[in-house]
Structure formats: structure tokens, C-alpha cells
């Protein structure tokens, strides 16, 4: 007779699998398709390709792939960076704060965290549009970057909150300002709430469609969900290049997270340590 | 003036006076241990001397410098914390160095003084590693080298010896006393263990809700508490109390009745004892290594509990109706020291001889006004 602790582990594994199932098999379709031919894509849409051709990611290529992954690594990689230097600088001033209206300046980024985007788009288009930032990167990068701070600053908040008092006595009296005891000692010591962050808004830039449509529109400036936009209005009935458009986009953040998936995992189950 | 004088210290929480208006002088290599229980302010008291915690009121004179209101790098002190706080992406010998990187020094100069404390504290073995490698005795013994490297004029100790197991927290004890003798410097030590204070200090400070009860050496404080608390927050088993009052005194002896015991006992009494007189209620304290079998004046008693220790035994005895004064204790029993084995069994009857030599008498305000008649060795 099999144990109970047996039959709960047999259940498990079955959720987890149909769970994992349901969510690959839409991504599994996509890496399919973009290896199929156009008439194949409609004639016989489950089956696998006939040929492992790689024409569809030569089209999408070539209607400027390259330069939309470049324009997203870069609002990326800028992003993400100016989110975490505001926010841990933010997050270790109002962690070790006193004051009642530091703590009220805390609960109003809080707050800023349940406001949504679409909200507010357009006196913050006419913001950013006054402000001479339309089609530059410098304003997109301030707009995400704006939308991605609260979500870490409480994640950073909440880190911060932990950690341990001794080691800033320790280095006040070995000599440190605050800005070398957060920039020497508290810093290299975040690794897993930096990762976490960072996996947290790389894959909110990288995939954020909206703010990027509506403040980037010169084509040669366009981020790659906006990008691939523009293969379906060129070739319409190119689901193949769109599909090996979406695989290619995939990559990138792909091996985000497997470099950082070790800090992730662990402060999701450290809640944030 | 002294090495470092402490005068009219005060720091409030609020509404809490953490330091009511402290005030002592340290001379140069000095070991002084602050004693007291949880939430005396000995802590708070050294995170001030540190520059952790802004002093409310008071002054600090280090070397005949205001050091009052410097930062913690600039005053010339070096802390040890209870739990080492150790820079775990740094390895020792970065952690050791660190201060004096941040004080500018130059890198070959950091690695000597790095390299003649780890020599001095035997760690040169570990200097590569990082401390999350080492033990907690090891670790310790970085957090301390970290201090001997800045060679600051005052050591700054605050528990350190609590996070590690009782035989090592002996061992460090020992080499604690070495390392203040070989580098002469002077050390201010907070502990709340009696045994780390008794052995380690030049001078106790037995700190109370804010409050110096009382400073001077292991054994002043011993054998001459200047009241009740400090009575009974030395000494290991506990000083035992019990209730008495006055039924006679002259200027040469008193005699005490008390309740449940037919006969008085007298004590004699010299310069030193303070004012009594006849009908004061008072509290009788005998140490549990005076109490013996030959002193003529006896309580009755039967033996609840004995801790046969090898060399020593201890028992603890129930004298009812005398009870002691143990707010803590379930059971008001006496604790009584023998420093031999002795076979006895639970529920043996004893009598417990009160010599009046060994006797404390303190007042209804706590103060002492009776000491011992101590017998110093020769």
C-alpha cells in the first residue's frame, strides 16, 4: 500500500505538471511557428514544421530586429540601473528613519506602487511632450524608471529593515560616512534583493508596451514589443517572422534569469533576504 | 585629571531616562566591567563612550581631549560587539584592516599593523578567509583584532563572550586578561556575568535603572556592597536574605529577632557599621560559603536540593518558617556552599550555623549598615 506522504507527492507532481504544461505550451507553439512556413502556419497549425528552416527569423531580422533588441537592452539596462540606485539609496534613508514625515513619504511611494499606468498617460504624455523628451530614450527611461521605483523601494524597505545594525556601528567606527557605509558595506552585501530587483524590472521594461509606444515613434528608436508591432503591419500574414520575432525577444531576458535565478529564488523565500 | 573622565552623563529616550546623571573617571589601562541587569543602561552607557548614541547631557574627556560630540572613527575608541559584526564579503584580513584603509593609510602599513594582531591573537592562520568559515571563537578573536589594529587609546567591549559556549567563554576570559596585560591598554567591558566581571576587572561598575549603585574592586564590591542590590547581584549562588528586626543595641552589638527562631542573634558591630536602632526592621544576609556547621546561632532546615559539583557541593535548603528573600525563587530556599564532597541525602535535616562575623545587615532604604568581618588571606 502506498504511504500517504506518497500519494501527496504523486498529486503534487501531477498539478505541477499540468500546471508547467499549461503555461509552456503557448511558448512551445510560438518556437514552432517561427520555424514554419507561412502556408504551414494556417494549413496545419499543431503539428510540427515540416522543415527546420530559419527564413522567417531571416525576415524578421530583417526589418530591424537587431536595432529593436538594442533599443530595448539599452532602455533596459539603464533603466533597471537607475531604478536600483534610487530606490536602495531611497529605501536605506526612509528604513533607518525616525522622522513621522519620512515614514509618511514611505507609505505615499507605497501608495504610488497601486497606480496604474494607463491612468495617468496622458498629462504624463503632455508632461514628458512639454519636457522635449518625445522620441528620446532619456525620456522613456525616466518614465519606466518612475513606474518601476516604488515596487523596489519597498522591496529594498523591507531588506533594509533586517539588516544588521551591528555591521554600520561597526564600520561608523572604522571611519565610514553614510555614503561609504551604503556604497562598501551595505551594497555588496544586497545581492540577493539587488537580483531580485533586477529580475523584477528587466522583465517590466523589457516587455512594457505602452509607455514605449507612445513616447518612442521614430522607427529606428522603437523597442521590441513596439517593433514587432510593426512586422505585422508590414507583412500581415507573417505570423512565422512575428512568432520568430517573439523567440528571438525572449532570449535576452531569458539568460537574465538564469544567472540570477539563484539570488532570486532565495529572496523570494527570504522574503527578501 | 584622569585618562578619561565621564561627567553628568544623561540620555533620554523620550519620555525614558535610559543614563540618569553618571559620572566616574577611568585611569589609563584600567579594565573596568559595567555589571547590571538587562536595561540598566550599561549598554546604552558604552554605545555613548562609542558615539553610537548622542549623549543627552554630560561630557566625555578622553586624554584631556572633548570627545563629547565626535564621530564615532575620530575618538580614538575601538569596539567589540556581541555578535562580532563582521564584514562577511571581506576577509579577515580586510576586516581587520578596513579602519585603517578609511583612515588613509597607506596598504604596506595597514598589513603590518593587520599582521601584528593577527600574531598577537594567533589568527594569521585565517587572515585569507572569509569569516563565515571560522568559528565563533575564531570570529571573536577577529572582532578583537579588528580593535588591536586601529590601536585606539580605549577598548570598547560590549558582551562579547556571550554568543560562545561556556568552555571556550572561559578560555577567552583568560586570554582577555593576557591580552590587557600585554597591551596595557585600557578596556571598558559590559557584561551581564557576574564571573566575567569578578575575574577580569581592575574595577566593577554595577550599574541600576540608569543608576551607578556602586564602583569599586571585585572584592570591595564582594565583601563591602554598599547595599542590598549589589549584595545580591555579586556572588553566584545568590547572597540569602531573610527578615529581621532590632531587638536590642548598643554601640558594640545588636541583636536581631527573628521570626520563628526562639534565640537572637547577636552581632557585634565596629566603626564602619551605619545608624540602627532599636525596632528597625532589617534584612540579614549571609553568603552561602559562611554558612557552617560549628557557629553557635542555628536555623533548623531540610535539604531540598544538592548540586554535588566534584570539588564543591551546593545545597539548597528549605529553613521554613525563616524564608529567604528571592523574589525570583518558587520555593524560599537557602543556598548553601560546602567546598568539599559531602554525601547527604534530600530531605536530611541540617542545621545551618550563621556565624555573626559572615553577616550583612542592610537597612529598610537597602543601604548596608552592617559589612562582614572579613578575614583577608595573607
Same mark, same amino acid.
Given at each position: 500500500?502506498?504511504?500517504?506522504?506518497?500519494?501527496?507527492?504523486?498529486?503534487?507532481?501531477?498539478?505541477?505538471?499540468?500546471?508547467?504544461?499549461?503555461?509552456?505550451? *503557448?511558448?512551445?507553439?510560438?518556437?514552432?511557428?517561427? #520555424?514554419?512556413?507561412?502556408?504551414?502556419?494556417?494549413?496545419? *497549425?499543431?503539428?510540427?514544421?515540416?522543415?527546420?528552416?530559419?527564413?522567417?527569423?531571416?525576415?524578421?531580422?530583417?526589418?530591424?530586429?537587431?536595432?529593436?533588441?538594442?533599443?530595448?537592452?539599452?532602455?533596459?539596462?539603464?533603466?533597471?540601473?537607475?531604478?536600483?540606485?534610487?530606490?536602495?539609496?531611497?529605501?536605506?534613508?526612509?528604513?533607518?528613519?525616525?522622522?513621522?514625515?519620512?515614514?509618511?513619504?514611505?507609505?505615499?511611494?507605497?501608495?504610488?506602487?497601486?497606480?496604474?499606468?494607463?491612468?495617468?498617460?496622458? *498629462?504624463?504624455?503632455?508632461?514628458?511632450?512639454?519636457?522635449?523628451?518625445?522620441?528620446?530614450?532619456?525620456?522613456?527611461?525616466?518614465?519606466?524608471?518612475?513606474?518601476?521605483?516604488?515596487?523596489?523601494?519597498?522591496?529594498?524597505?523591507?531588506?533594509?529593515?533586517?539588516?544588521?545594525?551591528?555591521?554600520?556601528?561597526?564600520?561608523?567606527?572604522?571611519?565610514?560616512?553614510?555614503?561609504?557605509?551604503?556604497?562598501?558595506?551595505?551594497?555588496?552585501?544586497?545581492?540577493?534583493?539587488?537580483?531580485?530587483?533586477?529580475?523584477?524590472?528587466?522583465?517590466?521594461?523589457?516587455?512594457?508596451? %505602452?509607455?514605449?509606444? %507612445?513616447? %518612442?515613434?521614430?522607427?529606428?528608436?522603437?523597442?521590441?514589443?513596439?517593433?514587432?508591432?510593426?512586422?505585422?503591419?508590414?507583412?500581415?500574414?507573417?505570423?512565422?517572422?512575428?512568432?520568430?520575432?517573439?523567440?528571438?525577444?525572449?532570449? *535576452?531576458?531569458?539568460?537574465?534569469?538564469?544567472? %540570477?535565478?539563484?539570488? #532570486?529564488?532565495?529572496?523570494?523565500?527570504?522574503?527578501?533576504? | 585629571?584622569?585618562?578619561?573622565?565621564?561627567?553628568?552623563?544623561?540620555?533620554?529616550?523620550? &519620555?525614558?531616562?535610559?543614563?540618569?546623571?553618571?559620572?566616574?573617571?577611568?585611569?589609563?589601562?584600567?579594565?573596568?566591567?559595567?555589571?547590571?541587569?538587562?536595561?540598566?543602561?550599561?549598554?546604552?552607557?558604552?554605545?555613548?563612550?562609542?558615539?553610537?548614541?548622542?549623549?543627552?547631557?554630560?561630557?566625555?574627556?578622553?586624554?584631556?581631549?572633548?570627545?563629547?560630540?565626535?564621530?564615532?572613527?575620530?575618538?580614538?575608541?575601538?569596539?567589540?560587539?556581541?555578535?562580532?559584526?563582521?564584514?562577511?564579503?571581506?576577509?579577515?584580513?580586510?576586516?581587520?584592516?578596513?579602519?585603517?584603509?578609511?583612515?588613509?593609510?597607506?596598504? &604596506?602599513?595597514?598589513?603590518?599593523?593587520?599582521?601584528?594582531?593577527?600574531?598577537? $591573537?594567533?589568527?594569521?592562520?585565517? $587572515?585569507?578567509?572569509?569569516?563565515?568559515?571560522?568559528?565563533?571563537?575564531?570570529?571573536?578573536?577577529?572582532?578583537?583584532?579588528?580593535?588591536?589594529?586601529?590601536?585606539?587609546?580605549?577598548?570598547?567591549?560590549?558582551?562579547?563572550?556571550?554568543?560562545?559556549?561556556?568552555?571556550?567563554?572561559?578560555?577567552?576570559?583568560?586570554?582577555?586578561?593576557?591580552?590587557?596585560?600585554? $597591551?596595557?591598554?585600557?578596556?571598558?567591558?559590559?557584561?551581564?556575568?557576574?564571573?566575567?566581571?569578578?575575574?577580569?576587572?581592575?574595577?566593577?561598575?554595577?550599574?541600576?535603572?540608569?543608576?551607578?549603585?556602586?564602583?569599586?574592586?571585585?572584592?570591595?564590591?564582594?565583601?563591602?556592597?554598599?547595599?542590598?542590590?549589589?549584595?545580591?547581584?555579586?556572588?553566584?549562588?545568590?547572597?540569602?536574605?531573610?527578615?529581621?528586626?532590632?531587638?536590642?543595641?548598643? &554601640?558594640?552589638?545588636?541583636?536581631?529577632?527573628?521570626?520563628?527562631?526562639?534565640?537572637?542573634?547577636?552581632?557585634?558591630?565596629?566603626?564602619?557599621?551605619?545608624?540602627?536602632?532599636?525596632?528597625?526592621?532589617?534584612?540579614?544576609?549571609?553568603?552561602?560559603?559562611?554558612?557552617?556547621?560549628?557557629?553557635?546561632?542555628?536555623?533548623?532546615?531540610?535539604?531540598?536540593?544538592?548540586?554535588?559539583?566534584?570539588?564543591?557541593?551546593?545545597?539548597?535548603?528549605? &529553613?521554613?518558617?525563616?524564608?529567604?528573600?528571592?523574589?525570583?525563587?518558587?520555593?524560599?530556599?537557602?543556598?548553601?556552599?560546602?567546598?568539599?564532597?559531602?554525601?547527604?541525602?534530600?530531605?536530611?535535616?541540617?542545621?545551618?550555623?550563621?556565624?555573626?562575623?559572615?553577616?550583612?545587615?542592610?537597612?529598610?532604604?537597602?543601604?548596608?549598615?552592617?559589612?562582614?568581618?572579613?578575614?583577608?588571606?595573607?
Amino acid at each position: 500500500m502506498m504511504s500517504k506522504f506518497r500519494i501527496t507527492k504523486i498529486a503534487l507532481y501531477g498539478i505541477m505538471i499540468l500546471w508547467s504544461t499549461f503555461v509552456l505550451m *503557448p511558448l512551445v507553439w510560438m518556437v514552432l511557428a517561427s #520555424f514554419k512556413t507561412r502556408r504551414e502556419m494556417f494549413t496545419a *497549425p499543431y503539428d510540427l514544421p515540416s522543415a527546420l528552416t530559419l527564413d522567417s527569423f531571416e525576415r524578421a531580422w530583417g526589418v530591424g530586429l537587431g536595432w529593436f533588441i538594442a533599443n530595448s537592452a539599452l532602455i533596459t539596462v539603464s533603466s533597471v540601473g537607475l531604478i536600483i540606485l534610487v530606490s536602495g539609496t531611497a529605501a536605506y534613508v526612509l528604513a533607518r528613519a525616525k522622522s513621522v514625515w519620512l515614514r509618511m513619504a514611505y507609505i505615499a511611494i507605497v501608495v504610488g506602487f497601486a497606480v496604474p499606468v494607463a491612468a495617468v498617460i496622458v *498629462p504624463l504624455y503632455q508632461m514628458v511632450s512639454a519636457a522635449g523628451f518625445v522620441n528620446s530614450y532619456v525620456g522613456l527611461i525616466i518614465v519606466t524608471s518612475a513606474y518601476g521605483i516604488p515596487f523596489t523601494v519597498i522591496l529594498f524597505f523591507a531588506f533594509f529593515l533586517d539588516f544588521p545594525k551591528e555591521l554600520e556601528e561597526a564600520a561608523r567606527l572604522d571611519g565610514c560616512s553614510k555614503q561609504q557605509i551604503f556604497f562598501r558595506i551595505i551594497i555588496p552585501l544586497s545581492g540577493p534583493a539587488v537580483a531580485s530587483a533586477a529580475i523584477f524590472q528587466a522583465v517590466f521594461v523589457w516587455n512594457e508596451f %505602452l509607455l514605449a509606444l %507612445l513616447l %518612442l515613434n521614430s522607427p529606428g528608436r522603437k523597442t521590441i514589443p513596439v517593433g514587432i508591432l510593426q512586422l505585422q503591419g508590414e507583412f500581415t500574414s507573417d505570423w512565422p517572422a512575428i512568432m520568430a520575432g517573439l523567440s528571438l525577444a525572449t532570449v *535576452p531576458l531569458l539568460l537574465v534569469f538564469i544567472v %540570477l535565478q539563484k539570488y #532570486f529564488v532565495r529572496s523570494l523565500a527570504g522574503l527578501g533576504k | 585629571m584622569s585618562f578619561l573622565e565621564i561627567t553628568n552623563i544623561v540620555k533620554d529616550y523620550g &519620555a525614558f531616562r535610559a543614563i540618569n546623571d553618571v559620572s566616574f573617571s577611568v585611569e589609563e589601562g584600567e579594565f573596568i566591567v559595567m555589571v547590571g541587569p538587562s536595561g540598566c543602561g550599561k549598554s546604552t552607557l558604552l554605545r555613548s563612550l562609542a558615539g553610537l548614541e548622542d549623549i543627552t547631557s554630560g561630557s566625555l574627556i578622553l586624554g584631556g581631549r572633548d570627545i563629547t560630540r565626535d564621530e564615532p572613527a575620530d575618538r580614538g575608541v575601538a569596539m567589540v560587539f556581541q555578535n562580532y559584526a563582521l564584514y562577511p564579503h571581506m576577509t579577515v584580513a580586510q576586516n581587520m584592516g578596513f579602519g585603517l584603509k578609511m583612515a588613509g593609510q597607506s596598504k &604596506a602599513d595597514v598589513k603590518v599593523a593587520v599582521e601584528r594582531a593577527a600574531k598577537t $591573537l594567533r589568527i594569521t592562520d585565517h $587572515l585569507h578567509k572569509r569569516p563565515k568559515m571560522l568559528s565563533g571563537g575564531q570570529r571573536q578573536r577577529v572582532a578583537i583584532g579588528r580593535a588591536i589594529t586601529r590601536s585606539p587609546d580605549v577598548f570598547l567591549f560590549d558582551e562579547p563572550l556571550s554568543n560562545l559556549d561556556a568552555s571556550l567563554r572561559a578560555q577567552m576570559r583568560v586570554e582577555l586578561g593576557h591580552l590587557h596585560a600585554e $597591551l596595557g591598554a585600557t578596556m571598558i567591558y559590559v557584561t551581564h556575568d557576574q564571573v566575567e566581571a569578578m575575574t577580569m576587572a581592575s574595577r566593577i561598575i554595577v550599574l541600576n535603572g540608569g543608576d551607578i549603585e556602586q564602583i569599586g574592586t571585585p572584592l570591595e564590591l564582594y565583601n563591602k556592597p554598599a547595599n542590598r542590590f549589589v549584595a545580591e547581584f555579586l556572588g553566584s549562588p545568590r547572597i540569602n536574605l531573610f527578615d529581621g528586626k532590632i531587638a536590642a543595641i548598643n &554601640a558594640q552589638t545588636a541583636s536581631i529577632k527573628i521570626d520563628g527562631i526562639a534565640d537572637h542573634l547577636e552581632i557585634s558591630l565596629s566603626s564602619d557599621s551605619g545608624p540602627m536602632a532599636s525596632g528597625d526592621k532589617v534584612t540579614v544576609g549571609i553568603r552561602p560559603e559562611s554558612i557552617n556547621d560549628t557557629a553557635p546561632w542555628k536555623i533548623p532546615a531540610k535539604i531540598s536540593v544538592i548540586e554535588s559539583l566534584g570539588r564543591e557541593t551546593l545545597f539548597y535548603v528549605n &529553613a521554613d518558617p525563616v524564608k529567604t528573600l528571592d523574589p525570583d525563587a518558587k520555593d524560599p530556599l537557602f543556598a548553601v556552599h560546602k567546598s568539599n564532597q559531602i554525601t547527604a541525602q534530600i530531605g536530611d535535616d541540617i542545621s545551618l550555623g550563621i556565624p555573626q562575623e559572615g553577616v550583612f545587615l542592610f537597612n529598610e532604604a537597602g543601604e548596608t549598615v552592617r559589612y562582614p568581618i572579613t578575614q583577608t588571606a595573607p
